[in-house]
C-alpha cells in the first residue's frame, strides 16, 4: 500500500542562477502592490519560491532588492515604450509622438511609477540611498536626451535641458493618474511635447 502512495519530493534549495531573477519578479509585484513598509521578507521569498535564507544570499536588504527591481522594471518600460514609438512613428515625426507614447505606456505600467515612488520616499527617510537615486535619475535623463538628440536633432544643451523637464512632467503626471486613474492627461503631454519642436535658425 505505501510503494502506491505518491511522496512528495523533499524541496532542496540550491543557488540556482534562476534565484535572483525570482527574487526580482517576486519583488515587483509586492513592492509595486503593497508597498515596502507592508512587504516582508518571507512574503518576498515565499512567492520567488526560495528560502527565506536565499534572499540575503542575493541582499543585504529590501531597499537593495527594491534598487534591482526599480532598474529591471525600468528595463520593461523602456522596451515597451521603444516599441510605441516605433509603432507611433509610421505615420508621424518623433517630434509630434514622444510624449503620447510615454502617455500610452505610463499608463499600463502604473507599477514601474509606484515603485519609483516608493525609492523617492525611501530616499528621504535613508539619505544613503539618495546616491543611488541621484544616479538613476541622471541614467534616465542622459538616455532621453540622447534619444532626442537622435530624434530631432536638437543641440545637446537643449537636450539636456528638455530631458530634465521631461523627467519631471512624466514622473508628475504619472502620479496623478495614480491618484486619479480616470483622469485624461492628454492635453498635458501634448504641451510638454511642444519643446521638441525645433524652431527654424534666423536668417542672416
Given at each position: 500500500m505505501d510503494d502506491q502512495i505518491a511522496k512528495k519530493p523533499k524541496k532542496t534549495w540550491t543557488h540556482q542562477r534562476d534565484n535572483?531573477?525570482?527574487?526580482?519578479?517576486?519583488?515587483?509585484?509586492?513592492?509595486s502592490e503593497n508597498g515596502i513598509e507592508a512587504t516582508t521578507v518571507k512574503e518576498i521569498a515565499r512567492l520567488a519560491d526560495v528560502s527565506p535564507g536565499l534572499f540575503?544570499?542575493?541582499?543585504?536588504?529590501?531597499?537593495?532588492?527594491?534598487?534591482?527591481?526599480?532598474?529591471?522594471?525600468?528595463?520593461?518600460?523602456?522596451?515597451?515604450?521603444?516599441?510605441?514609438?516605433?509603432?507611433?512613428?509610421v505615420e508621424r515625426p518623433f517630434a509630434e509622438v514622444a510624449?503620447?507614447?510615454?502617455?500610452?505606456?505610463?499608463?499600463?505600467?502604473?507599477?514601474?511609477?509606484r515603485l519609483r515612488y516608493e525609492l523617492y520616499a525611501l530616499g528621504l527617510r535613508n539619505p544613503d540611498f539618495l546616491p543611488a537615486?541621484?544616479?538613476?535619475?541622471?541614467?534616465?535623463?542622459?538616455?532621453?536626451?540622447?534619444?532626442?538628440?537622435?530624434?530631432?536633432?536638437?543641440?545637446?544643451?537643449?537636450?539636456?535641458?528638455?530631458?530634465?523637464?521631461?523627467?519631471?512632467?512624466?514622473?508628475?503626471?504619472a502620479l496623478?493618474?495614480?491618484?486619479?486613474?480616470?483622469?485624461?492627461?492628454t492635453a498635458a503631454y501634448e504641451l510638454v511635447q511642444h519643446l521638441l519642436v525645433v524652431e527654424p535658425a534666423p536668417e542672416k
Amino acid at each position: 500500500m505505501d510503494d502506491q502512495i505518491a511522496k512528495k519530493p523533499k524541496k532542496t534549495w540550491t543557488h540556482q542562477r534562476d534565484n535572483r531573477e525570482r527574487l526580482i519578479d517576486a519583488g515587483y509585484t509586492l513592492l509595486s502592490e503593497n508597498g515596502i513598509e507592508a512587504t516582508t521578507v518571507k512574503e518576498i521569498a515565499r512567492l520567488a519560491d526560495v528560502s527565506p535564507g536565499l534572499f540575503h544570499y542575493y541582499f543585504a536588504s529590501k531597499d537593495e532588492l527594491l534598487l534591482a527591481v526599480i532598474y529591471e522594471a525600468g528595463t520593461r518600460f523602456n522596451q515597451q515604450l521603444m516599441q510605441e514609438f516605433q509603432k507611433l512613428s509610421v505615420e508621424r515625426p518623433f517630434a509630434e509622438v514622444a510624449m503620447l507614447a510615454v502617455a500610452t505606456v505610463s499608463r499600463s505600467h502604473t507599477a514601474w511609477y509606484r515603485l519609483r515612488y516608493e525609492l523617492y520616499a525611501l530616499g528621504l527617510r535613508n539619505p544613503d540611498f539618495l546616491p543611488a537615486i541621484g544616479e538613476m535619475l541622471a541614467k534616465g535623463r542622459q538616455g532621453i536626451a540622447q534619444t532626442i538628440q537622435e530624434q530631432t536633432g536638437i543641440d545637446e544643451v537643449r537636450a539636456r535641458a528638455i530631458a530634465s523637464v521631461f523627467h519631471a512632467c512624466t514622473d508628475g503626471l504619472a502620479l496623478q493618474q495614480l491618484a486619479q486613474p480616470g483622469l485624461d492627461l492628454t492635453a498635458a503631454y501634448e504641451l510638454v511635447q511642444h519643446l521638441l519642436v525645433v524652431e527654424p535658425a534666423p536668417e542672416k
